[in-house]
């Protein structure tokens, strides 16, 4: 199987962008989300690998200032792909990067707008926006409530300097958690921090800390990664000469207890892996369409897309991407139907680490078999399984990859 983004195979995108009529007849049967991708950030943080670029290093051929311009052609062009058969209002809408905030306020009201007056927003509808904490100021996350935005994820990372210098954060240790506080005084509904445990010199204080602000800022939703080092970052050529070492797996996983432990007692519950949230109502929505197989339409570069079992994702570089759309031309690089075995393994994978868990009538002969031996080693809980699903306990979610591979031999 193909993975989006890393290898270029599939078959060719249509000019137009059209889709099988397969794909377009249940549009939306499991909700309808849309994702942005802002492809700009001031400064690389050295452990990222995301499809991010900074001023430098676009040259010409790549404005910011006409971004929202070149994503309103692609929302054009979306409508009319789903226009004979248009999915269901849109009920969430993530504006991910990069560093989204980095986009006017007006623009990203502007984008808004129009994502409503192709689909329409349900009423309900989640509207979040990531933000790194020096990006936002109180005036434009008024601008950005008024305009519809629930819901800010804020890249926090650690509450230590040492911490942060290491990752190349720019903003300073306190600079996060009075952002998350400006952002509920703005009237967002849902304010989420997020954390990476497990950088090279973090101590086990260092968390402590870290987690001790995140519920003193009186956020209602906390995502907690463990550090990981890709090829190709400044971090992981750092490690290469020896300058830092590597992550501990050993040490992820007392971060990880620890962040269960201090959440939890702060009236957190886990309902992904990686993700605490106060109340059902601060789960993140979006998230969970893409967890449980909903489709979404992926804007921007480098974006990725899911409609009625067909993914695919757009060209990476922002000037290749503007230059298709102002030919008139799909921005889409390539795609692929997923098959029967590739969309059970895909649920099976998601869904697993999801706190309601996978139902165990969805795995064949080997998965119930890798299923039983998943629950003698205590990585399942007996009670779910008593009832008919696989939920990991909490020994499980820090083996999660080893149960995948249990249910999928």
């Known amino acids: 199987m193909a993975v989006p ?44 690998d995301f499809n991010t670029y900074t001023a430098a290093e676009l040259g010409g051929g790549a404005s910011r200032e006409e971004y929202a311009d070149t994503v309103l052609a692609e929302l054009a062009l979306a409508g009319r792909v789903l226009g004979d058969t248009p999915p269901p209002r849109v009920s969430t809408v993530f504006v991910g990067g ?7 306020a007006d623009d990203l009201a502007r984008i808004l707008d129009a994502i409503d007056r192709t689909w329409g927003l349900a009423a309900d509808a989640e509207v979040t926006t990531e933000a790194n904490p ?11 409530r008024a305009a519809g935005y629930t819901r800010i994820s804020l890249g926090m990372q650690s509450a230590a300097p040492g911490v942060l210098a290491i990752l190349d954060r720019r903003h300073s240790a306190g ?66 000469r020896g300058e830092l070492p590597y992550p501990s797996d050993d040490v992820a996983a007392d971060r990880y207890l620890a962040a269960e432990a201090a959440l939890g007692a702060a009236g957190f519950s886990w309902y992904e892996v990686s993700n605490w949230a106060r109340t059902p109502a601060a789960r993140c929505r979006h998230n969970l369409l893409y967890w449980t197989g909903g489709d979404w339409w992926g804007l921007g570069p480098g974006a990725h897309s899911h409609v009625g079992g067909v993914r695919w994702w757009n060209v990476k570089h922002p000037t290749a991407y503007a230059g298709r759309l102002a030919q008139g031309r799909s921005p889409g690089q390539a795609r692929e139907v997923l098959t029967a075995a590739e969309a059970h393994m895909e649920d099976v994978m998601l869904r697993l680490r999801l706190a309601e868990g996978l139902p165990l009538a969805v795995l064949d002969e080997p998965g119930r078999a890798g299923a039983e031996q ?21 020994r499980g979610r820090l083996l999660a990859d080893a149960v995948v591979r249990d249910l999928l031999p």
């Not at 549009?27 to 700009?40: E, I």
């Not at 990069?98 to 006017?104: A, D, E, I, Q």
């Not at 967002?188 to 003193?216: C, K, M, Q, W």
């Not at 998943?374 to 990991?392: E, F, K």
């Open 5 to 48: 983004g890393l290898l270029p195979e599939g078959e060719t995108v249509p000019v137009d962008g059209s889709l099988p009529e397969s794909a377009t007849a249940a549009v939306g049967a499991r909700g309808f989300g849309v994702y942005l991708h802002v492809p700009f950030c001031a400064s690389r943080c050295g452990y990222c």
């Open 98 to 104: 990069g560093t989204p905030t980095l986009l006017p």
């Open 134 to 144: 020096e990006s936002v100021t109180p005036e434009s996350l008024k601008t950005l």
């Open 175 to 240: 600079r996060a958690t009075a952002a998350a506080r400006e952002a509920r005084d703005a009237g967002f509904d849902h304010v989420n921090l997020d954390l990476i445990y497990g950088t090279p010199g973090e101590r086990a204080e260092d968390f402590a800390a870290s987690l001790d602000e995140v519920i003193a800022a009186g956020v209602d939703h906390v995502s907690a990664y463990a550090l990981i080092v890709e090829d190709g970052t400044r971090l992981a050529a750092r490690m290469r």
């Open 374 to 394: 998943a629950l003698a080693a205590g990585l399942l809980d007996p009670a779910r399984y008593a009832d008919g699903w696989a939920v990991l306990t909490l």
